[in-house]
């Protein structure tokens, strides 16, 4: 079974999804691959992942980082999860490229290279956006491209960092 949960952000509507247990989704209401992966049928619900997970944003969105991390439960391709581990790796307050991503993996995986359009593709499939910072990966000249939740709300959480994006 699977539960959602709304939360009321200052950059717009939240869905939050879960198994029981922990959070296996977080998207913005209206944005691209919206509830993905979350089945119809489910049931709105009060439980401890959403009141844990309402409070890491309540920090997150006074301008701080979070000490803590609700428990998450991400689902996707292997290739996927290796990209939003690398993900959850990216300080609060920095960015990086799909590329020096794509590079990572690459060198991980033992290869030349790694395309970042597939990293790219990845990221956007991201299926806890915020916690997972997604927002935090931008273009090889620093231009805010590719996110799923909207390029204003890209812009807006990077500034909520102290990150400028000069754009």
């Given at each position: ?10 950059v ?8 029981g ?12 691959y ?5 089945p119809?049928?489910n ?47 990216i ?20 290869l ?10 990845a ?14 990966v ?22 909520l ?7």
């Amino acid at each position: 079974m699977y539960y959602t949960a709304d939360y009321v952000s200052p950059v717009g509507k939240i869905l939050l999804a879960s198994d029981g247990s922990a959070l296996t989704g977080l998207w913005f209401y209206g944005q691209k691959y919206f509830a993905a992966g979350l089945p119809q049928e489910n049931t709105a619900a009060d439980l401890p992942v959403f009141r844990q997970t309402a409070q890491w944003l309540d920090v997150y969105f006074s301008g701080h980082q979070p000490d803590f991390m609700p428990p998450l439960c991400l689902m996707g391709t292997p290739f996927q999860k290796q990209v939003w581990q690398l993900l959850q790796q990216i300080p609060y307050g920095s960015v990086t490229t799909y590329g020096a991503l794509a590079a990572e993996i690459a060198k991980a995986r033992g290869l030349h290279a790694m395309s970042a359009r597939a990293v790219g593709s990845a990221v956007g499939r991201n299926p806890v956006s915020i916690i997972v910072p997604c927002h935090r990966v931008v273009g090889s000249n620093g231009s805010l491209t590719g996110y799923a939740g909207g390029i204003s709300r890209k812009r807006s959480l990077l500034q909520l960092e102290g990150k400028e994006t000069g754009l």
